[in-house]
């Protein structure tokens, strides 16, 4: 069956820093790809998506590109700030409309 | 921006009891899911619903459970018999069409269900 990998938190980092986390999947066909982020006391809110093979998406300083070799879908953010802190999922979608999501990793910026 | 709205925030209910959690889902929205996350755990699917049936749902969704659109703007998850188990973060998602990465999946604030 689908399943989605991310590296498992926390993250804690100092702001401007570069953030990554990791993100690989499985997946029969050539599923969607997606980041949603959970603010504190939020629900999930999409933060980027990428629908095909070599696509990047970005949104709000973050981006993470589509690999279908390495079947990885990593995100970075270049400089991050204290309002980043928030727990992000990665998750696809395959055949049917469904998300699969991984566990989800909380990222701390500390001033 | 329009939302998906869910109530209540939190639920407590005693084991055995039933429980029915609401959404709202946005206005144009066709299709509608939910999903549970139990505490330090994956969220999962439980459930789609479009034009009035369930299009899909998961093995975590059984007997126990049920979704209705009772009207045109609410979309509840019932639970009929509480179990311990089932202590969860229940979030209510919709989107425009069910089969398009374009047109995401728009998540409600969630549901925390205790039971006791």
């Known amino acids: 069956g689908n399943s989605v990998t991310q590296m498992e938190g926390p993250v804690t980092l100092s702001e401007e820093a570069f953030l990554t986390i990791n993100c690989t999947y499985t997946?029969?066909?050539?599923?969607?790809l997606f980041w949603y982020v959970q603010y504190p006391g939020e629900g999930l809110q999409l933060l980027l998506k990428?629908?095909?093979?070599?696509d990047k998406g970005s949104n709000k300083g973050f981006e993470a590109t589509y690999r279908k070799e390495t079947t990885s879908f990593h995100l970075e953010k270049g400089s991050v700030q204290v309002s980043d802190s928030a727990v992000y999922f990665c998750?696809?979608?395959?055949?049917?409309?469904?998300?699969?999501f991984g566990g989800g990793t909380r990222v701390l910026v500390k001033p | 921006e329009p939302e998906v709205t869910q109530t209540p925030s939190h639920q407590v209910t005693q084991m055995g009891q039933e429980v029915i959690l609401r959404c709202v889902p946005i206005?144009?929205?066709?299709?509608f899911y939910w999903y549970r996350q139990i505490l330090g755990q994956k969220v999962e699917f439980l459930v789609s619903?479009?034009?009035?049936?369930?299009?899909?749902k998961s093995e975590i969704f059984d007997d126990q459970f049920s979704v209705e659109r009772p009207d045109g703007s609410n979309f509840t998850l019932k639970i009929r018999s509480t179990k311990l188990e089932d202590s969860a973060m229940y979030f209510c998602?919709?989107?425009?069409?069910?089969?398009?990465?374009?047109?995401?999946?728009?998540f409600g604030d969630g549901t925390r269900l205790s039971i006791l």
């Open positions: 619903f479009y034009n009035n049936e369930i299009s899909e």
């Open positions: 998602a919709s989107s425009v069409r069910g089969d398009s990465p374009n047109q995401p999946q728009h």
């Open positions: 998750a696809l979608e395959a055949a049917g409309n469904k998300l699969t």
């Open positions: 997946a029969t066909g050539y599923p969607s």
């Open positions: 206005s144009n929205h066709l299709y």
């Open positions: 990428a629908t095909k093979a070599d």
